[in-house]
Structure formats: C-alpha cells, structure tokens
C-alpha cells in the first residue's frame, strides 16, 4: 500500500459517500457525548431508539443528573452494559456541572477524565462535535484498515497511529466516519461485498467475494 493508492482510495469513498456523517442521532456535543458512552457494544440504532425518548426529557447535564440513576436506566435499560453505562453517564454530567460549566470539553485529556470515556469515546466527540481530524478506532475502521492495508495494525491504537500518518490530510477530517460507513455497509465482517466495492481494484484484501 503507497501514498498514490491510499489517496486514490479516499477520493473514491469521498464520492461514494458525499455526506459522511455518524448515524447517530444528537443537536449538541453533550448529546453526542451522551450518545457515544451509550454506543459501546450497542447498535447505533438501538441508541437512537433509546435517546430519542431520552432527550426530549432530559439533553442538559442537569436535567440527567436529576433523573439520577434509576430515572436514567428507565430510559436505557434496553442498551447493552446499562447498569454501568448509566453510573458513569450520572457521575459524568454531575462533574460537568462541577468542572466544565455544564460544557463539553474540547481536549482529549479533558475528555478521558469524564467516567465512561475513553479514548475512542473522546476521538469521536472531538472529530464530530467540534471538527478536530482525529480517526476513532472501533471494529469497523480496524477491520477495513486490516483488510485493506490501508493501516495494519495488531491493536486499535496502532491502527490509528498508522492512520493518523498515512490518511491524505485533506481526508484526515472526514477518514474516520467514511472508514466507518464503508465498514458497516460495503466492507461487512462476515462476507464483504467486494463485487460491488467502489475500491476493490486497490485493496490489498487476500480472500476478496465476487458480491
């Protein structure tokens, strides 16, 4: 994989994807934060399911807060992890409230300091919410960045390493949600879809199906 192919291989998901965008549903960064935490191995889908009964109650850190955490999991009990995604989400707002002036914050040390937040977590709110280049690595991005050697790696972190090197920089903005879109509709776990992948003349894929 050289800088030629890589570049070549954005500018084609650029067109096939002319919006990329996370399929989550949010109106501000504390909803897309929100969101986030409650995404962890959940469907997008399920999460909007739940936030949007959620937000129309409560979209501020205080207003969740003063859900507490029964009146929150009432909300979220159908999302993986509640129990323990609802404790964070309660400790988070109150040390918003305490710390940030009821603000999202915009660094990443910042971010991960807020209980359920990680680095994958903080890469996402910082790209989405506030337009910073950063590439979030969940098993969409790591299994395309795999496939297609685009950006191998034996970990989250050194694919996104290696992605943070390699993406064209007037792609690093938009990379990791058009990674995640191709991921979850074109380069699927199971079997990809290759016969019908706008890059399957440049990946670099051993085991590509004539689909």
Do not use: W
């Amino acid at each position: 994989m050289n800088k030629v192919k890589r570049l070549e291989i954005f500018e084609r998901l650029s067109k096939a994807i002319p919006e990329p965008e996370t399929e989550l549903n949010y109106s501000s960064p504390f909803e897309l934060l929100i969101a986030v935490i409650l995404s962890a191995q959940a469907t997008d889908k399920g999460v909007n399911k739940a936030t949007d009964k959620l937000y129309p109650v409560a979209n501020t850190p205080k207003a969740i807060a003063e859900l507490g955490e029964a009146g929150l999991k009432e909300y979220i009990k159908t999302i993986g992890l509640f129990n323990t995604k609802g404790s964070n989400i309660i400790k988070t707002c109150n040390l918003l409230i305490e710390q940030h002036n009821s603000l999202v914050p915009q660094t990443r040390t910042e971010l991960e300091a807020l209980p359920g937040v990680g680095r994958k977590t903080a890469n996402v709110v910082l790209n989405t919410a506030f337009g910073v280049p950063t590439i979030a690595v969940d098993t969409h991005i790591f299994r395309v960045s795999n496939r297609t050697k685009i950006a191998p790696g034996k970990n989250v972190l050194e694919v996104e390493k290696k992605l943070e090197k390699h993406v064209p920089k007037e792609h690093k903005l938009d990379a990791h949600h058009l990674l995640i879109l191709h991921g979850r509709y074109t380069c699927i776990a199971r079997k990809p879809r290759c016969g019908s992948c706008v890059i399957e003349d440049l990946c670099e894929f051993n085991s590509k199906t004539t689909d």
